[in-house]
């Protein structure tokens, strides 16, 4: 494993992974309000901003977990990052689902989230398929 190129590209999804949160958030302000909606579920605005750098963590943390996975399959490329990025979406949409199921919120809020997370994985999958090279083989 080529620990150098896996830390890079790690970062660099981490950053790719954000940015494309506060895009979609800034370009789907409806998504958050409809999660307002859901008061007896989400915390409040200000609630959650005392709780981000828990969030933040987690999310860099499951990147950081996503490039070491495909660090070990041994592919390199943006191709084999859009696979990766679209799995770990699929992964993360059914996760959305499991909590349509359990908690008492709206489909258009279920829907939002889980296109938002499939767009956010892929585009953090693409980054890190560009960035990370396995070490050449002697």
């Keep these: 494993m080529n620990y150098s190129r896996l830390a890079l590209a790690a970062l660099a999804g981490i950053v790719a992974s954000f940015a ?5 958030i800034a370009l789907v302000p409806a998504l958050m309000e409809e999660g307002q909606k859901y008061p007896a579920v989400f915390r409040a605005k200000e ?13 860099a943390i499951s990147v950081v977990v996503v ?5 070990m399959t ?8 859009l696979f990766l990025g679209v799995l770990i979406g699929i992964f993360a949409i059914c996760h959305v689902t499991n909590n349509y199921v359990n908690f008492r919120v709206g489909g258009k809020l ?6 938002a997370y499939l767009v956010q994985w892929i585009v953090t999958g693409i980054v890190i398929g560009l960035i990370y090279k396995p070490v050449a083989a002697p």
């Design 20 to 24: 494309t949160g506060f895009i979609i």
């Design 47 to 59: 609630e959650m901003m005392s709780f981000m750098p828990f969030g933040f963590l987690a999310a």
């Design 67 to 71: 490039t070491i996975i495909f660090a």
């Design 74 to 81: 041994r592919q390199t490329g943006a191709m084999a990052g």
């Design 110 to 115: 279920a829907v939002g989230q889980a296109a």
